[in-house]
C-alpha cells in the first residue's frame, strides 16, 4: 500500500515561489506516474501535472504551463512541483496522487495524499 504525504505549502506574496514535495510512505512509488492536482474553495478540483515513472514525461495544464515544474527523486522517494510567479488564481489545496502511467496519473490516480494549502496573497 502506497501513502503519499504532501508538504511545503504556505502564504506567499503574488509572483512568489513555493516548493511542494509529495513523499511516498509504505512502499516505494519509483515505478509510478505522479499527477498533481488543486481544489479551490467553492471549485471542482483541477489537473495541474504529472510526471512519468522515470521523470522524462511530463504534463502540465495550461494554467501552469511555464510557472510550474514537476520533478521527481526516486532515490528519496518524492515528487516535487515548483511553484514560481504564483498568482491568486493559484490559491488551492494541492494533492498528489499516483497511478501506473502518466495518462491514468491524469485522469483516473490510485492513491491520494492528504493535500497541503497554498495561499497567494494579491
Known amino acids: 500500500q502506497v501513502q503519499l504525504v504532501e508538504s511545503g505549502g504556505g502564504l506567499v506574496q503574488h509572483g512568489g515561489s513555493l516548493r511542494l514535495s509529495c513523499a511516498a510512505s509504505?512502499?516505494?512509488?519509483?515505478?509510478?506516474?505522479v499527477g498533481w492536482f488543486r481544489q479551490a474553495p467553492g471549485k471542482e478540483r483541477e489537473f495541474v501535472a504529472a510526471?512519468?515513472?522515470?521523470?522524462?514525461?511530463?504534463n502540465y495544464a495550461d494554467s501552469v504551463k511555464g510557472r510550474f515544474t514537476v520533478s521527481r527523486d526516486n532515490s528519496e522517494n518524492t515528487v516535487y512541483l515548483q511553484m514560481n510567479f504564483l498568482k491568486p488564481e493559484d490559491t488551492a489545496v494541492y494533492y498528489c496522487?499516483?497511478?501506473?502511467?502518466?495518462?491514468?496519473?491524469?485522469?483516473?490516480?490510485?492513491?491520494w495524499g492528504q493535500g497541503t494549502q497554498v495561499t497567494v496573497s494579491s
Open positions: 496522487a499516483t497511478a501506473p502511467t502518466i495518462a491514468q496519473a491524469m485522469s483516473v490516480p490510485r492513491y
Open positions: 509504505g512502499r516505494t512509488f519509483s515505478g509510478s506516474a
Open positions: 510526471i512519468g515513472w522515470s521523470g522524462a514525461n511530463t
